[in-house]
């Protein structure tokens, strides 16, 4: 199966490294373009190609490792998906200008972390999300963990544990293997509804929650 990557950033980036660590082709894209990611491909290696957003898009399986203020725009502008999997690595935060008002609000719990929740009236983000990508099938994966941990798959003697979740039953069994595939153990949590909200950050149970299968 083929996969692609719209974005480069943090979680885009660390991604793409350990698909490469694993042999895993894979297209990452950015707004730049893919001049700009020469760097990038020269130290992943030829597993990883750079492309344009329409290239990343295509492919069978596509990680969306875009910021949550960013998602409506890319995403709603992609041709149709025809089925294909979207796996939703956001979550529904804007990252903070540091100089900002919001950045220094003793109201918001998270301003320590330089983000602040987006309010999304009660719906789940996930959900909200499938709505920029009608007639994917989207799973929720590669959100909940910082990049920093992301990186390492097999840590201590076993596996880092990666949620997952999804309405797609064959949807998920692909991510499943791909999340295998890269060295992780993989945590199916259930449907979008249940399970995104759950592992979601900033503020889902299993949100940023760090285990290892040992
Ligand atoms: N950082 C983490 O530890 C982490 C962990 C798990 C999940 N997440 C989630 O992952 C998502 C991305 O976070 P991040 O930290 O990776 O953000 P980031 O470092 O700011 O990266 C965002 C990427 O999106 C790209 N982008 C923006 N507009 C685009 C467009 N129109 N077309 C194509 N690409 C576009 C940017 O392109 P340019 O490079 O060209 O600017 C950049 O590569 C967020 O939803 C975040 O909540 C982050």
Known sequence: MSIGIIGSGAL????????????????????????SLAGLVEELGSSIKAGTVAEAASADIVL???????????LSALPAWNGRIVIDGTNPVAFLDPNSDDANDPSNPLAAYGIKAIDLA???????????????????AFNHLDVN????????GGKRVLFYSGDDLAAKA??????EAMGFYPVDLGSLAVGGPLASLPFGALAAQNFIKV
């Open 122 to 140: 009660g719906k789940d983000s996930s959900a909200v999300l499938s709505s920029y990508v009608a007639g994917a099938r989207v799973v929720k």
């Open 12 to 35: 885009g980036a660390s991604v793409a490294r350990v698909l490469a660590k694993n042999g895993i082709s894979a297209t990452i894209a950015n707004s730049r373009g893919p001049a």
């Open 149 to 156: 941990v992301l990186a390492e798959p097999q840590v201590a």
């Open 64 to 74: 969306a490792a875009i910021r949550w203020t960013d998602a409506e725009a890319v």
């Open 174 to 179: 692909d991510v499943r293997a791909l999340i």
